[in-house]
């Protein structure tokens, strides 16, 4: 293969025939090259770790992830080795990339702007994590018990940045410049109902007259998973979708009564008790931060903006005599410079999301999820699954 193909032979003389290994390693050169310009620009491959979004999508299920829809990202780390994302392969610790070259966040123009129901791929935003998509359940269940702050030292290691931090993938429920609030575990925008997916999730009370819990055979046959938990004689726990609540009305003459269950947690965002009794049930009005926007800063909201201001956007935020200081400057407002988001996982009481970490900014946002290629289960190929689209 002759990768200088323009150059004109001034001597009209045959040219040397390259060798078959030379041959071999400019092929391998340019296949390095154009798939890394795909995987940067165009899409990637993305793989589905944890039960967060079932059962829109499943564990391992293999996606292709679109990068040109939103528009492209320039990377913040350009030096990198290929086909890797923050670690070298069979390594804990070894970056994968050099931090000598590091360029601000500059983004392609896309077709389109992430949407309210989009599902989305973004780089987890607070902060760094080592493999923690892969702790999604274990984590939630600590920050519910001990509180973030306390977890989250456990799990930080060293600051990445943006594009080299956890890849998560979410469904986005409110875009900039949104009001949100969740009722009884159902989400309003703008003081609408929003959308429900079909194949979300979340936990239901289950009460049998004979106080048993369902055939594990039949529900699963239905792919349902087994009870989660006995809250009392006959009252059993299961983590459902709409369509389940009607099949197992339908297929089980023992049950009498099917009820979403409330949790009534209230280690949530902004994790500010003093001001906001909010739980992951019951939850806001809370203001999507939109580009341009300006919003008034007092001691009730500055724990809902105060990473926005200090961390996204690169300012100091300090608090001296019933006064803010932006800057060190005195601020009684703040005007926002990048579009953020709302994310949430379609499995609700089982996501670590936006009512745990808050905002997404849009510099952290890769790509829209597109295109299932793969997807195994229990030991065979899900053939159902195969090349659909997802919505």
């Known amino acids: 293969m002759n990768l200088a193909f323009w150059k004109r032979n001034k001597d009209d003389q045959p040219r040397k025939r390259k060798s078959a290994v030379r041959e071999w390693l400019d092929a391998a050169v340019f296949a390095i090259i154009a798939a890394t310009l795909i995987r940067t620009f165009i899409f990637e491959a993305y793989t589905i770790p944890t039960p967060s979004m079932e059962k829109t999508l499943l564990v391992n299920d293999f996606l292709f992830v679109s990068k040109i829809s939103y528009g492209p990202r320039i990377p913040n780390t350009p030096l990198a080795v290929p086909f890797t994302h923050h670690t070298l392969p069979f390594t804990k610790y070894t970056k994968a990339y050099s931090e000598a070259v590091e360029w601000p966040y500059r983004r392609l123009p896309g077709f389109t702007r992430v949407k309210r129901n989009d599902v989305v791929v973004f780089n987890f935003p607070e902060g760094d994590t080592v493999a923690l998509e892969q702790q999604d359940q274990s984590y939630y269940g600590l920050v519910r018990s001990l509180g973030r702050d306390a977890v989250w030292e456990s799990y930080h290691v060293t600051s990445r940045p943006v594009d080299k931090r956890e890849n998560y993938i979410k469904r986005c429920v409110a875009e900039s410049g949104d009001t949100l609030s969740l009722r009884d575990g159902v989400v309003f925008v703008n003081g609408q109902q929003a959308p429900i ?24 046959d239905m792919d349902i998973s087994g009870a989660e938990n006995t ?105 926002f410079k990048m579009n953020y988001y709302w994310m949430m996982g379609d499995n609700r009481n089982n996501s670590l999301d936006s009512r745990y970490w808050g905002f997404v900014p849009e510099d952290h946002v890769v790509g829209k999820a597109w295109l299932i290629w793969m997807s195994y289960g229990r030991g065979s190929i899900r053939w159902s699954r195969l090349f659909r689209t997802i919505k």
């Open 197 to 220: 997916p079909p194949e979300s999730e979340r936990r239901y009370t289950v009460q049998t007259s004979n106080g048993d819990p369902l055939n594990p055979d039949r529900l699963d």
């Open 231 to 335: 809250l009392s004689a006959g009252l059993f726990l299961y983590n459902l979708t709409p369509g389940n609540v009607l099949d197992i009305k339908k297929t089980f003459p023992t049950v009498k009564d099917v009820q979403p269950y409330f949790s009534g947690e209230q280690s949530v965002f902004p994790y500010d008790t003093a001001h906001y009794h909010w739980t992951e049930e019951n939850f806001g009005p809370l203001y999507i931060p939109k580009k341009g926007a300006t919003v008034k800063l007092d001691s009730t909201n500055i724990a809902i903006y105060d990473r926005v201001i200090r961390v996204y956007e690169g300012n100091t935020l300090e608090a001296k005599n019933g006064q803010f200081y932006i800057n060190n400057k005195p601020a009684d407002s703040y005007t």
